[in-house]
């Protein structure tokens, strides 16, 4: 018995070593599982939070920055004229929406095709400079002749026209009809 005794104490440091390693194994493995699964569920949020961002700019960009072909319903288009100058004015219908225009000159020296834009109010500075209403100006000497940009004056066949390009229809005025009243 006295060496069943002495032979535990002998091997009781290193049985206690031994079971505190195993305890310290197990822990650390418990530990790594942990600290897997908390990896994934990071990279899981981390990868929503990324998609949920990509669709609020997504649909940012093209409620707001986005301008898109305006709708003749969606556009009031009036006729200024003041002596022998003569405004095409387009402003938007709808609230918190602006008409943007592009005029085309096909080298003719003066604008022949315009491309009605709409655009929302997006609250930024840009959007501030919009104005309610947007046009294009021609200038008359008389009733067949027209003052281009450059000071040039040309002479206006029956055929020469104005363009306006909707989303849904394009409308053509004759510009000899704009110097009319």
């Given at each position: 018995?006295i060496?069943k005794?002495?032979?535990f104490?002998e091997?009781a440091p290193?049985?206690i070593e031994?079971?505190?390693a ?11 599982k942990r600290?897997g ?6 990279l899981a949020?981390v990868?929503?939070l990324l998609g949920i961002f ?9 409620v707001f920055?986005?301008m ?8 009031e288009?009036n006729i200024q ?6 405004t ?5 219908i709808?609230d ?12 003719k ?6 491309f009605?834009y ?32 450059n000071?040039?004056?040309?002479k206006?066949r ?18 000899k ?5």
């Amino acid at each position: 018995m006295i060496m069943k005794h002495k032979v535990f104490k002998e091997l009781a440091p290193a049985y206690i070593e031994e079971k505190d390693a195993i305890k310290k194994d197990k822990s650390n493995i418990g530990y790594l599982k942990r600290r897997g699964k908390n990896r994934k569920k990071t990279l899981a949020i981390v990868a929503s939070l990324l998609g949920i961002f990509l669709v609020l700019i997504t649909a940012y960009y093209f409620v707001f920055v986005n301008m898109w072909q305006a709708s003749s319903s969606n556009v009031e288009t009036n006729i200024q004229r003041q002596g022998t100058v003569v405004t095409l004015l387009f402003k938007a219908i709808k609230d918190n929406h602006y008409i943007i225009i592009t005029d085309v000159k096909k080298g003719k020296g003066y604008t022949d095709t315009i491309f009605v834009y709409e655009k929302r109010d997006d609250f930024s500075a840009s959007s501030k400079l919009l104005k309610d209403e947007n046009g294009i100006t021609y200038t008359f000497t008389d009733e067949n002749t027209l003052l281009l940009d450059n000071g040039e004056k040309k002479k206006l066949r029956d055929d020469d026209r104005v363009s306006i390009q909707y989303k849904d229809k394009t409308d053509v005025i004759p510009i000899k009809d704009l110097y009319k009243d």
